[in-house]
Structure formats: structure tokens, C-alpha cells
């Protein structure tokens, strides 16, 4: 038998044992457990294009597991997602009873989400739906198998509401990466949590054990892997039990059984000095085992992770993330709408279930692996498949409101009734976009009324969606006080509108309105005055409010850096360098909106700005046309806040982030020798967002509904600001950081849209207005001699009440035909919240996030109450009459 002495350890024959040192002897995890975890890293597409994934994860993952599986009994192996067996089960469904055997062993894992997303790229109940085609799918696909580990092993951040949402779809463990290695009870702010488990970065850790040369290599660095985790696991009390995940890009199931009986002799014979029994387990099954000591003390973190690879969605994949975030906000309001509509018509048999189900997989389906090897493939499939589900949440939306409208009982009076819907879960009065098709009648005079005849102002924009005035027209006015939930009728009748102003507004010197005076100069908005609040929210002695100006962006979204890979100055520019004129485009009752246009050396920027009349709301649109798509291009617009102390806050999924509070505390810390996260997570930016970001100093806020993925608040620049300046990031042209990967050019016309706010206090009292600019209110055109109903002419399906509680979404249940509501607290405070139905109630249960764990709870007629905690996620089972 050969014997080699190597870094302190004795290699006798394959293996080696620990030396006679008295500190290895007095090993932690002495008579413990050793276990591999075996599995492979797999983003839908990163290695080569999604066709290629796809058959790889079948011939050589799979297909090989299932093999080694039927070999031996003691082999385990963890897939990191459900996705992955749609997609084999669509391949061969005659291994459905293997996989079937094998998972209800124990022994073959299936991750509990559906894919590894960016967290907050996706909206709070597009989230939950990862759980839905996780966990929820997996239990009734493989009945008797439990999913109860989330994998997500590449994404360096973690969302300030995803531990809840893990936990409370039932999943307690959390699998991750690129972290400083260990455990934690990583919570959420409402005290719910789930236990994460990280190696530091998984693929550093795995390659010494893949590329050992011999097996006595191989020993010697899992025995360092223990001797690594001694104190940390001692001074915890974490019973000895160390896991070693073994996953890489493309890894492959192993076959270390005569390692591993070696291993076991040795550790079992007299020698034995410090050495743990090795062997197969899954990620669920360990961390169980680990839990089941009452003593651990494990380390806490609560609050965002902040995602330092945020430039690859938004920002690099604009057009994709726009279809992305209007499909959730479309899906939700057809959800609430459809199921308004079934309980009107005492029947499901027409809820759009199979349509709901496919659009929310298509919305929910790209994960982390934008670009890569043949990128430009994922990226169209990705987008592809946001669009889908964006195009079908609108047909959706469509039809239930069509629907709903034609039950009202409505005035015949008039030719045609206008039905605005509202989908969210307060009363709202917001403008109004209602496009008419005036095919042979465009030269026809309009009014519109409301139900009691009152004329409503309105005006006709010079913007029509397809640029024939001769067969569309757009009309805009103010919906006043839409029910939560609900709907508010007007009627179309034609006739001569009442004779207006017809001066044409200017801003020079100033532009003045009930609410503000503003002063439009080179690059924006030079001056903000708030007219009720007394005083001036934009400085200009940097930028003006909405000003652009691009700079250069070298990066690549994702890779092994430590931070966010920051613009530089090289190729600055911005549209104070040029004199602007700014043109009074369109006037009305209604509002007035000002455009300048600009061009630059990448692209023709237009930017408008529209003050409206009787509501306190700024508008600013900046359209990047015929963008060249040079690449390292990147497009901000700045507003710079009047404030000597203001403090930012931002909407995440299902929360909001208060920056320099809700962060989790320190640095990220070690991953890898090389990648040392080391900027406390407090001072990562730009951050993710979801409708609205803000800027406050207690007494007034500036809150801006935001059109993108990703916002800044701190300047950029060489010669930086000491004061916030707000800034949305429109577009940055990066390129994947595979080396056989993509540009992210984006080259053609983009549009964004934004709307501000300003108000007494912070963030509070803006967060719904930004919430409203982007979950607009719907319209339904009905023709009244066509349709006579029973509904009302105004009326609410549901109203909730209750500090700061906002509805998610009212949807059908999965199983049978009772009514899902979710709910969630967005103010941080605990609340007394109510819920009434228009229908009577017979039956209520508080369920879990996917609707399975009933409890039942108490109601009266057509509502009941709650208690809803402090940032909570609630889940409410409704059977109806």
C-alpha cells in the first residue's frame, strides 16, 4: 500500500486519514456526518442556447441520476427547480413512476420555485407565483413528495420579502451562493424566516473536489472543508453534520460509492481520528438533520440583500422588462376582474383558468441567465415569452370587463357608455386614456358626461396609437372617486364640447397651475414650486427635474465582481449642453404638456412634460428614437432633490426599503478569494424597484412613479452632489460576461414614462399615487342598445379597509371553486383590516401562500376582520353563496 504524507494528512492507499495531531483528534465533527449533496447548476440557458440546455439537463443529468438511482440505493441527487422536470416529463413521461419512486424515497430532490430568479425582477405576486410552479405544482405532480429547499444559487441578493414568502408557502430552507459561507435565519421585517445555507461561491468550492487528481486529493480537501467549519459549527452548537454541495454549470451526477465505503472502513476502524461517516443526502434531508439539534444558534440577518447584477434585466434588456412588468400588473387586475365576473355569473365554468395558468408561466419564466453562450436566442425566447404573457393579461383583462360592462344597467339615453375599472384596492381619481375607433366618423364632435348627466372635462390628444386620425381618436379625462374594486360609468354622446380657452399656454418666464409654477430651461425643469406646500423641490445648479444625459457604461450585468460595476464620465453628455425649446404641443381641459427635441450623438432625445389641471401630477416622457445601440451607452434622467437631509425609500416586491434601514447589516463578505463582497449593503446602488421611488425629509416627499427596473440616488458624476438626485435608469448597452456571449445593444426607439408627485410627509402619503401611474385605471366602451343589465351604474366588488393593507390579488382558487384573496401590509404597522364581498360569505379559511394548510376563521354576512401584522402576508380561502 502506497503512503504519501501531504499538508499534515496521511494518505494511506486512496484515501487519507487525519494525522496524530491532538487538534484534529479533537475534531468537531468526530463521530458526525459528512454528507454530498450532488447536483448541477443549471440557468434555463447560459452555457449554450435553451434547446441545448434543455437536452443536456435530460441526456446528461437526469437520465444519468435516474441511472445511478436505480444502482444504489444509498445515492441521492437535488435538482435545483420544478422547471426541470416540465421540461423532462415533456420528454419522456414513461420515467414519471422512477421519478415518481425515487422522490417519495427521499432520495431524488426537486428545487421548491419554479426557476432562480432575480428576486425583485419580477413584482410581489409574480414572486409568490414561483412558489405556485414550485412547490404547489411538485406536490400535486408527485403526491407524497415534499419540496421543502429553494435553490437559488447564483443571484448575489436576496429581497427584503422573499424569506416570507418562501416560508410561507411552506418552504423553510433556502439554498444560495455568493456569500459569506454559513448558515442564517435570514428573516423578513414581519418575523418570519427561512434557514439559508451557502458555501461562498458554489462553483470555487466544488472544483477542488471535481479536479482532484486522485482520490487522496480529494479527501484532503473535504477533510480541509471540515477543519474550515470546526469552530464556526462549535461556538454555534450546530450538531456535526457538514454539507458539501457539489454543483458546477453543467455538472454531472457522480458515482463516489467505493469512495465513500473507503471512506467509511477507515472511519469506522482503529484508527479512526476526527473522521465523520460520509455519504449521499439531499440539501432538504441535511438541513433537517442539522435543525433537529434544539441547541444551534444560528446567525441572523434580516432585511435586503441588495442585487449587485441588477444592470442585466432592466436596464440591459429594457423592452423585455417592460412586457415583464405589464403582464404581472395586467394578470392581477384579470384575475381580480374574472373572478368578479364568475361570482356574478354564479359559475367558474368560464373562468379562464387554463389561460391564467399558462400566461403567469410565461411571465414568470425567465430566471437569471440572460445572455450567455448563443444569448441572443435566450434573450428573444425571454422576451418572447414576456410579451405573451403580457398580450394575453390584456386579452384577459379585456374580456372580463367587456363582460361586466354588459351587465350594467345603463342608460339608453346615450349611444355608448364609457365603464372605467378599477383594480386596485382603494378609491381613486386618476386620468382616464380611452382610444375610439371612429372609422367614416372622424370629423364627429364628443362629450362625455357622468350618470347624472354633468359634463366631464375632456380633451383629444395629438398622439393616436396608430397614426390614422381617420379611424382612431384619443380622448383623456379625470375619472373622480372609481370604487376599490370596482367601476364608475360615463356615456359618450356626440355634440359641440363647451366653448374653452383658447390660449395657448407657455412656459416663459414660468408655466402656473393650482398646484405648482414651474420654470421649463435647458435640460428640464429649472425650478419646482409647490404652491400648497410652499416650497421648491428641484435644484438646478447640477441638473434640472427630468433632465437626461447618458454616460459611459462598461459592464456586464452579471459576473464575478464584488459591486456594482458603476458609469463613467467618458462620453458624458447631457441636455443642459444645448438650448432647449419648449413647445406648448397639447392643451385642453385637462392638461398641458411641453416637449423639447434634442439630438445627440447616439440618439434623438424627446422629452415632454404634461402639468395637469385638476389633479396635482407631473408627467415626464422621454423618448429615445432610432438609438444607435452603440454599446458601453447608458441613459439617465436626473432629479435633483431640494432637500440639505432627505432620505430615500423604494417599492420591492410586496414591501418597501427605507435605504440605510431595511438593508441587512455589513457586507455580504467572502464568496471566493476573489470575490470578497466588501461594500456594506446599505451603500450598494443603483437598487431594483418595482412602481415607485421616493425622497423625503420628514415634512415633504417627492415621489415618482417609475417606468423602469433599476433607480439611482446618488450622483454619478466625477465632481459627485452632496444632496440626492432621484435618477431612473432608462438603458444601459452592456454585453454578457460569457466570453462567447452577446451585447445587450438594444438599438431603435424607447419610451419611458414617469409621473411625479409632491406631498406633505414621505413616503407614506406618495406611495399610492406612484402605485396608480402604473397600475392605471381600464375601460370598456359598451354600446347601450345592445346591452341591458342589473348592475349598478357605479359599484365596488370588494373593499378593504385597514392602515396601509393592499390587495394582491382575488383569483380562483386552484383546487375548487372558492375565492383566493391576498393581501399585504405595505406600512410597516400592525392593522385591524377588513374585507367585504358584494356577495355573502359561507365559508373562511386563512391558508397558506399557495393555498394549502386551512385554518378556519370567522366572518359575518359579506365580510370579516384580521389582524393583520406588521408587514404580513395574508392568505384568505372565500366560499361564497
Not at 405532480?141 to 414568502?165: H, K, M, S
Not at 416586491?653 to 470578497?676: L, R, W
Not at 418595482?690 to 427596473?709: E, P, R
Not at 405595505?826 to 374585507?835: K, L, P, S
Request: aromatic share 12%; net charge negative; charged share 25%.
Amino acid at each position: 500500500m502506497e503512503r504519501t504524507l501531504k499538508n499534515g494528512l496521511l494518505a494511506i492507499g486512496a484515501l487519507a486519514v487525519f494525522a496524530e495531531a491532538p487538534a484534529q483528534n479533537a475534531s468537531y465533527f468526530r463521530g458526525g456526518k459528512l454528507y454530498l449533496v450532488n447536483s448541477s447548476h443549471q440557468d434555463i440557458a447560459w452555457m449554450d442556447s435553451p434547446d441545448e440546455c434543455i437536452r443536456f439537463r435530460d441526456e446528461q443529468m437526469i437520465t444519468p441520476a435516474l441511472k445511478r438511482l436505480a444502482e444504489s440505493e444509498s445515492y441521492c441527487f437535488s435538482v435545483e427547480d420544478a422547471l426541470s422536470l416540465r421540461e423532462y416529463l415533456e420528454r419522456h413521461p414513461d420515467r414519471y413512476s422512477d421519478i415518481l419512486k425515487y422522490t417519495r424515497e427521499g432520495r431524488l430532490e426537486w428545487g421548491a420555485t419554479s426557476k432562480q430568479p432575480y428576486p425583485s425582477m419580477y413584482d410581489g405576486e409574480a414572486l409568490v407565483r414561483q412558489t405556485y410552479f414550485g412547490r404547489k405544482w411538485l406536490r400535486k405532480t408527485l403526491p407524497g413528495g415534499d419540496f421543502r429547499t429553494a435553490y437559488n444559487e447564483d443571484v448575489p441578493g436576496v429581497a427584503l420579502q422573499l424569506p416570507q414568502i418562501l416560508a410561507r408557502a411552506g418552504i423553510p430552507y433556502y439554498q444560495i451562493s455568493r456569500h459569506q459561507p454559513g448558515f442564517y435565519r435570514w428573516f423578513s421585517p414581519d418575523g418570519s424566516s427561512v434557514l439559508a445555507w451557502t458555501p461562498g461561491q458554489y462553483h470555487d468550492k466544488t472544483m477542488p473536489i471535481a479536479e482532484a487528481p486522485t482520490e487522496a486529493a480529494r479527501t484532503d480537501t473535504l477533510i480541509r472543508y471540515l477543519s474550515e467549519f470546526d469552530d464556526y459549527y462549535r461556538k454555534r452548537h450546530i450538531p456535526p453534520v457538514r454539507l458539501v454541495l457539489y454543483s458546477f454549470d453543467f455538472s454531472k451526477p457522480v458515482n463516489w460509492d467505493r469512495y465513500m465505503d473507503d471512506w467509511n472502513g477507515e472511519a469506522q476502524g482503529e484508527n479512526a481520528r476526527g473522521l465523520p461517516l460520509i455519504g449521499y443526502s439531499t440539501s432538504t434531508r441535511v438541513m433537517d438533520e442539522i435543525t433537529a439539534g434544539q441547541d444551534a444558534k444560528f446567525d441572523e440577518l434580516l432585511g435586503e440583500r441588495p442585487n449587485v447584477w441588477l444592470y442585466i434585466h432592466g436596464p440591459s434588456h429594457r423592452r423585455a422588462l417592460k412586457a415583464g412588468r405589464e403582464a404581472s400588473r395586467l394578470l392581477t387586475a384579470a384575475e381580480k376582474f374574472s373572478t368578479f365576473d364568475a361570482l356574478l355569473e354564479n359559475t367558474f365554468s368560464h373562468y379562464p383558468a387554463r389561460e391564467l395558468t399558462g400566461a403567469w408561466e410565461a411571465a414568470i419564466y425567465p430566471d437569471h441567465g440572460w445572455g450567455g453562450n448563443r444569448g441572443d436566442i435566450t434573450d428573444r425566447l425571454f422576451r418572447d415569452k414576456l410579451e405573451f404573457a403580457r398580450d394575453c393579461g390584456q386579452a384577459l383583462l379585456d374580456r372580463s370587463l367587456t363582460s361586466i360592462a354588459r351587465r350594467i344597467n345603463l342608460n339608453s339615453a346615450y349611444r355608448q357608455a364609457v365603464t372605467v375599472f378599477n383594480p386596485l384596492s382603494w378609491e381613486r381619481t386618476d386620468p382616464v386614456t380611452l382610444t375610439l375607433d371612429v372609422e367614416g366618423r372622424a370629423n364627429t364632435h364628443y362629450r362625455l358626461v357622468d350618470a347624472d348627466g354633468r359634463e366631464i372635462p375632456c380633451q383629444f390628444t395629438d398622439c393616436p396609437p396608430t397614426g390614422k386620425r381617420d379611424e382612431v381618436i384619443t380622448l383623456l379625462f379625470v375619472a373622480e372617486q372609481v370604487p376599490a374594486l370596482g367601476y364608475k360609468t360615463y356615456y359618450l354622446t356626440e355634440g359641440a364640447p363647451p366653448a374653452g380657452n383658447d390660449r395657448i399656454p407657455s412656459a416663459v418666464p414660468a408655466y402656473e397651475n393650482n398646484y405648482y409654477r414651474a420654470v421649463l430651461g435647458d435640460g428640464g425643469i429649472e425650478s419646482l414650486y409647490d404652491r400648497e406646500l410652499k416650497r421648491e423641490f428641484f435644484r438646478n445648479d447640477k441638473f434640472s427635474g427630468g433632465e437626461l444625459f447618458t454616460m459611459q457604461s462598461v459592464g456586464n450585468g452579471a459576473g464575478e465582481f464584488t459591486d456594482v460595476q458603476q458609469p463613467t464620465m467618458e462620453g458624458f453628455d447631457q441636455l443642459r449642453n444645448y438650448r432647449q425649446q419648449w413647445q406648448c404641443v397639447e392643451t385642453g381641459a385637462v392638461r398641458d404638456v411641453f416637449q423639447t427635441v434634442q439630438p445627440l450623438k447616439e440618439t434623438q432625445a424627446v422629452v415632454r412634460i404634461a402639468f395637469y389641471r385638476t389633479v396635482k401630477r407631473i408627467d415626464v416622457e422621454v423618448d429615445l428614437n432610432r438609438f444607435s445601440g452603440e454599446n458601453w451607452r447608458e441613459f439617465r434622467l436626473a432629479f435633483p432633490v431640494n432637500m440639505k437631509q432627505a432620505s430615500v425609500a423604494y417599492e420591492v416586491p410586496m414591501g418597501v426599503v427605507e435605504v440605510g434601514k431595511d438593508e441587512i447589516k455589513g457586507a455580504a463578505g467572502y464568496s471566493k478569494a476573489t470575490q470578497i463582497y466588501g461594500t456594506p449593503c446599505r451603500d450598494v446602488h443603483p437598487r431594483e424597484v418595482q412602481d415607485w421611488f421616493s425622497a423625503s425629509d420628514g415634512k415633504a416627499g417627492l415621489t415618482i412613479s417609475s417606468d423602469v427596473a433599476v433607480f439611482d440616488w446618488i450622483d454619478p458624476t466625477d465632481r459627485p452632489a452632496d444632496y440626492v438626485i432621484l435618477q431612473p435608469v432608462l438603458l444601459a448597452s452592456r454585453k454578457s460576461c460569457h466570453w462567447l456571449g452577446n451585447a445587450y445593444i438594444q438599438p431603435g426607439n424607447h419610451s419611458c414614462r414617469f409621473s411625479l408627485y409632491t406631498h406633505a410627509g414621505d413616503w407614506h402619503n406618495g406611495y399610492r399615487q406612484g402605485t396608480q401611474a402604473r397600475q392605471t385605471l381600464k375601460v370598456a366602451v359598451t354600446d347601450t342598445e345592445k346591452y341591458q343589465g342589473f348592475l349598478p351604474e357605479q359599484f365596488g366588488f370588494g373593499a378593504l379597509s385597514g392602515q396601509g393593507a393592499v390587495v394582491s390579488t382575488i383569483k380562483k382558487c386552484e383546487d375548487d371553486d372558492s375565492v383566493i384573496l391576498r393581501y399585504y401590509n405595505i406600512e410597516g404597522n400592525d392593522a385591524e383590516v377588513t374585507f367585504s364581498l358584494f356577495r355573502d360569505i359561507e365559508s373562511l379559511r386563512r391558508t397558506n401562500l399557495i393555498e394549502e394548510e386551512p385554518v378556519a376563521g370567522t366572518f359575518s354576512g359579506k365580510g370579516f376582520s384580521y389582524r393583520l401584522g406588521h408587514h404580513a402576508i395574508e392568505t384568505f380561502k372565500i366560499g361564497t353563496k
